[in-house]
Structure formats: C-alpha cells, structure tokens
C-alpha cells in the first residue's frame, strides 16, 4: 500500500477522534489511534496528515484541528427590548455559528462547571458553564480560574500596589490575597446557561 493510500485510508480515523475530542490528538494519542508503538512514527504519520491538509501546526509545532464546519448555524433575527416593551419586527439579519461566536480559540478554550454562589452578582450562577480561556494574560477586571494558596476559584482579578487580589461577586465571600502562590489558569470568555 502506498504512504498516499495509507494516510488517506487514516483520514476517517482521525476525523473521528476530532469530531469526538473537538480538537487534534497529541503524539501519544496518535499512537494510541493507530497502533504505534513509536512517537517517531507518529511524528511522521502528523506530518503527513499536515501536508494532506487534515491537520496544520501552530507556530510552537502544536498539532491543531481545521476549525470544523460548524455543527448548527442559528438565524439572528434581531432584538427584543429587556425593558419596556416594544413591537418587534421578524427580519433575517444574519446567521451565526455559536462555536465561532463564543470561541475564538479553540484549541486554548476549555469548560468548567459551576459550583458554589461566590459570582452571582456578576451573573455566574451555580450550574452554569463557563468557557475559559488559556494563555491571556489577565486585565483588571477579568474573572479567571485561579489556583490560590493550593485550592482553585473562580474570581475578579485586579493588581494593585500590594499585589493580586481576587474578588467574588457576592458579599457574602472577602477578598482573597494570595499568601503562599497564585497560578492563573485562564480567563473566563463565556458564561453558558441552559434555561429549558
């Protein structure tokens, strides 16, 4: 079987496992996918599937998925007033891909579900999900997912003249002063909420 046919005969594998995963496997994964024992021939083998055009590389030499067609475009069919009520008219303005609207990048994006009330007043209820973003540097302001003093949280970020402070959203919570180390995760770009 040519290198050609045998890459190509792989294809359906690994849109499967994209499809599944919503992202590119790693070298380990591309082992376990195909039966590799080596992560030598798994870097050949994602070389080829890079130079088919199924996979592409960051500028770091991270494998990525081509940003799938997306699975339901939804029709923006305009506004409706939140405060006093006013005739609304139906008219097509637009589609929109929820994944590209709320994800700009994939491959750095991640979910979390919400436990605990420490952000209601920002509109984060428990249950909710959140998209959260790897790699931003946070701004004051920003909610991120932090690991403070060895427990994680999900917090306001702000630095000041004495350092980093986290702020919850709820009066019921203080504000958090990192003591003994803080690791940003990533920032908060979402908040999702199934209402029915």
């Known amino acids: 079987m040519s290198p050609k046919s045998l890459v190509n005969e792989r294809i359906p594998v690994l849109n499967g496992f994209i499809l599944k995963h919503g992202r590119a496997p790693t070298l380990d994964e ?9 992560k030598n021939t798994a870097s050949v083998m994602a070389a080829k599937f890079v130079e088919a055009g199924v996979l592409s590389r960051t500028a ?3 494998l990525t998925a ?51 009330d420490s952000m209601v007043d920002a509109g984060i209820l428990p249950g909710d999900t959140v998209l959260v973003e790897r790699g931003r540097s946070p701004r004051n302001g920003d909610i991120v997912i932090a690991c403070v ?10 630095k000041d003249a004495k350092g980093v402070r986290l702020e919850p959203a709820n009066k019921k919570y203080e504000t958090i002063r990192p003591k003994r180390g803080l690791s940003v995760e ?9 209402l029915v």
């Open 30 to 38: 591309l082992c376990t996918l195909f039966s590799v024992k080596s």
């Open 60 to 62: 770091t030499g991270r």
């Open 149 to 158: 003093d060895a427990a994680w949280t999900m917090k306001y970020f702000f």
């Open 66 to 116: 081509p940003r799938q067609s997306p699975a339901c475009k939804l029709r923006l069919l305009g506004s409706v007033a939140a405060g006093f009520p006013s005739p609304a008219e139906e008219s097509l303005l637009d589609t929109m891909s929820l994944d590209e609207y709320l994800v700009t990048r994939p491959e750095a994006t991640f979910m979390l579900r919400v436990e605990g």
């Open 186 to 194: 990533g920032v908060v770009s979402s908040v999702i909420r199934k």
